[in-house]
């Protein structure tokens, strides 16, 4: 099986730090964000193998720039496939009841 290497872009970087912040000092619950934060690196280096297994999202914009979810408790993942280079190209990480699509 064909591994696929992880990058994850600056924006999706910070989302990141910003969930661990926002966990840790807005809701005062530092062991919750570190376990959030693991359960999201988790997730990602999961991309490694068969990231294809997940399917596109549902906004026909994002689906035909090639952006796919990947859903981890309250959080999207979204990234896509750069097939050519068997790169997972991780773009943002956001609050899964935010507005996305206008935000990607």
Known sequence: MD????????LAK????????HITYELQEPAIAMKTTN???????????MPERIGYVKD???????V????????TIFFRIEESERVVDIVRVMYSRRNWATLL
Do not use: C, H, M, W
């Open 3 to 10: 591994i696929y290497r992880i990058s994850v872009s600056d």
């Open 14 to 21: 910070q989302d990141i730090k910003d969930v661990a912040t």
């Open 39 to 49: 359960a999201i690196l988790d997730a990602i280096f999961t991309l490694e193998e």
């Open 60 to 66: 026909e914009r994002l689906a035909g720039k090639g």
């Open 68 to 75: 796919r979810p990947l859903y981890v408790n309250n959080y």
